[in-house]
């Protein structure tokens, strides 16, 4: 595999805009993200030189990595969200120990099954696990129950069922019995 992953920088921000936006338009989309691209191409570009800038920042609590080709092409991403227990909740249940969360997962079609998620997944536990303040005891994430091909990823890269689960969040998501399912992997 001739890909590099690498964190964002604060200038990339044009690129990581155009990801997320690509990711948005996948036929997987609705049940990947709790986003549309409606209201992401809406944003100024503000909000995403503010995005990237936090996501590259040394110290911070959130990192994105990007899946790099010999291009410069970014073909994938993952991000991880540092969640401690005084924190205020961003998504699911608050945290009960202090935790990566990855958020935001996308390969582009082409490179599937090339071993680009892996090697994403890899760099996002492996720097959640190198963190020694917050010392991280787990990292989690949420999946849709209508997302089987990912489910079978994260099971596949060793994320477990935790057994808890949060309705959809969004409108009308009382009326709704659609499901985000939590899975983690323990420090160990």
Not at 51 to 66: I, L
Not at 167 to 179: Q, T
Request: charged share 30%.
């Amino acid at each position: 595999m001739d890909y590099a992953m690498r964190s964002v920088r604060a200038e990339e921000w044009p690129l990581a805009r155009q990801l997320r936006l690509d990711a948005l338009q996948d036929p997987a989309a609705p049940v990947a993200f709790l986003d549309s691209y409606e209201a992401a191409v809406a944003r100024p570009d503000a909000f995403w030189q503010d995005r990237t800038a936090a996501a590259a920042e040394e110290g911070g609590d959130v990192r994105q990595f990007v899946a790099e080709s010999p291009e410069g092409e970014w073909v994938g991403t993952v991000t991880v969200l540092i969640e401690r227990p005084e924190d205020d909740v961003r998504f699911g249940l608050p945290a009960e120990v202090n935790q990566g969360h990855l958020v935001g997962v996308f390969v582009r079609p082409e490179v599937r099954g090339a071993g680009v998620t892996d090697a994403l997944f890899r760099v996002a536990v492996d720097w959640a696990w190198s963190l020694s303040a917050p010392r991280l005891e787990r990292v989690r994430l949420y999946v849709h129950e209508n997302n089987p091909r990912a489910a079978a990823f994260y099971r596949r890269f060793g994320f477990v069922p935790s057994g808890q689960r949060m309705p959809v969040p969004g409108p009308g998501a009382g009326e709704r019995r659609d499901w985000e399912l939590e899975y983690v992997i323990e420090r160990g």
